[in-house]
T-cell receptor, first 115, second 113 residues
């Protein structure tokens, strides 16, 4: 049973380009959470999705960021017109149910560098 | 507003001794607390958790203590091993958090042989 798969592992974008980060949850998991880790900081919640639905996007920046989790395929975190401050590690976690007292399974992350 | 705080960015311990990592929180509505371990260039991996109705949970070399009145939890690793060297994050969640985890800033543990 493969773990949570994120790709690409590393992504370099020039300012103004678009970044698309993909997350394939573990088999049987229909809940996906995206987190961002800025340098020297902890992980910050961005968005929680279930299949075809955004449940909680309270941690998403108001502009340029969007997320989806279609019926088929991976969850996508899209960042339009990237800026240097978007450089960070982006992690997704998946769960078969709402994560409360059970652990979340994290992917290895995508490290975005904006040059 | 940092609801979960880890005030020690780093900790160095000799192999075989005890490592104590601390975490403070401000939201009394949190129901669960979790510790994650993270190696460089990898995602966090779950280590141990504790419910707010308990004050201690033990799993092998790892024990988590919860002091609700002080809003403080700690992770004890005994005995510490060089392979324990990593960044440790505490996280909190609750029934009213919709499943999201609130993370502390992390403590980098270095266990020296």
């Amino acid at each position: 049973n493969a773990g949570v798969m994120q790709n690409p592992r590393h992504l370099v974008r020039r300012r103004g380009q678009e970044a698309r980060l993909r997350c394939s949850p573990m088999k049987g998991h229909s809940h996906v959470y995206w987190y961002r880790q800025l340098p020297e900081e902890g992980l910050k919640f961005m968005v929680y999705l279930q299949k075809e639905n955004i449940i909680d996007e309270s941690g998403m920046p108001k502009e340029r960021f969007s997320a989806e989790f279609p019926k088929e395929g991976p969850s996508i975190l899209r960042i339009q017109q990237v800026v240097r401050g978007d450089s960070a590690a982006y992690f997704c976690a998946s769960s078969p149910r709402v994560i409360v007292n059970t652990e979340a399974f994290f992917g290895q992350g995508t490290r975005l560098t904006v040059v | 507003d940092q609801q979960v705080k880890q005030n020690s960015p780093s900790l160095s311990v000799q192999e075989g001794r005890i490592s104590i990592l601390n975490c403070d929180y401000t939201n009394s509505m949190f129901d669960y607390f979790l510790w994650y371990k993270k190696y460089p260039a990898e995602g966090p991996t779950f280590l141990i958790s504790i419910s707010s109705i308990k004050d201690k949970n033990e799993d092998g070399r790892f024990t988590v203590f919860l002091n609700k009145s002080a809003k403080h939890l700690s992770l004890h690793i005994v005995p510490s091993q060089p392979g324990d060297s990593a960044v440790y994050f505490c996280a909190a969640s609750g029934d009213n958090q919709g499943g999201k985890l609130i993370f502390g800033q992390g403590t980098e543990l270095s266990v020296k042989p």
